[in-house]
């Protein structure tokens, strides 16, 4: 099993500096601000599930970007229905990670129903070309060479294990200077 | 007024990128609009959805825009709080306003958010214009000028035969 920070912090790896990274409320944008905080970086840190339909916009209009969407299982499952529209525009510079630790773990470690399906599969069924599921570092380090290379859509489901990171900060940029950095990341 | 004029007006003010939940009001208009060469739809599934994805275009320099029915105005809360008016990210909604003046007018599933749509709006201190037969560029100016000016989404309430 992954844990959650380490996955993210394996995707960083392979985001280059130009490229964009939506993430989700909660833990998951607290991670990543606290790995690297790039201007790049859109910290969706309200609006539970809006990060894939935010993501699938830039993506559409900023076609010369490669967009990340980094959410987690309670989030994709907020918005499962976004996961067909994704599939049916298909921006090759998309690549959508979800971060599944089976549990709403920014609420306390409450558990989700994810593990009673395959988002992996769900995405396949929606219409993905391309989706993986992935439990363990290796596959997630040849995964993600695939997704970047891969020129189409793709989405990788990381089963990660729930590991909350005693004292991890809040970010603690305002809500207009993510914003502001972001648009000048957007259109550099 | 006529769907092509309607859409012509919002072109030339800039805006070219829509997603969106189809809405009777619109019947025709709405399909003006997905097969307009100059505009980009996404047919979204939800209205929140449509705002995550129309509220990206101001990430680019444009403003994006949402066309919707009212019903939806319950599912654009949280994005509307905790997304556009926290980060100031504007759109323009343009809102289909069904059960305009409550019963007995329309369906019953309308009655109540027919009365209610424009309090939401003022609630969430969002603002709104009321589009008439003979006040398109008037109507638009002005909400364009207010979303510019406070970075937030505005709404334009749209009643069934106002455009056809």
Known sequence: MIARYQAIEQV?????????????????SRELFTLD????NFYMIGSMGLASAMGLGLAIQAPHKRVFVLEGDGSAMMSLGTLPLIASEAPPNLVHIILDNEAYESTGGHVSISSKFDLAQTASAAGYPW?????????????????????KLGLILIKCGIAPI???????????EIRDRFKSAVQS | MDAHEFWAALKGRGLNFFSGVPDSTFQGTYNVMVNDPDIRYIPAVREDVALGIASATYFTGGLGGVIMQNSGVGNIVNPLTSFNLMYKIPALLVVGWRGYGGPPNDAPEHWIMGVKTPQFFDL???????????N????LDSLLANVKERSIPGALLVRAGVIS
């Open chain 1, 37 to 40: 905080d790039r201007p790049g």
């Open chain 1, 166 to 176: 005693e004292g991890i900060p809040r970010v603690s940029h305002t809500p207009e």
């Open chain 1, 131 to 151: 989706a993986r599921r992935v439990e363990d570092i290796e596959a997630l380090e040849s995964a993600l060479v695939k997704a970047k290379n891969g020129g």
């Open chain 2, 124 to 134: 969430l201190e969002v603002p709104y214009e009321i589009l008439e037969p003979d």
């Open chain 2, 136 to 139: 398109l560029d008037s109507a």
């Open chain 1, 12 to 28: 960083l790896s392979h985001v280059e500096d130009g490229d964009l990274l939506v993430s989700t409320t909660g833990m998951i």
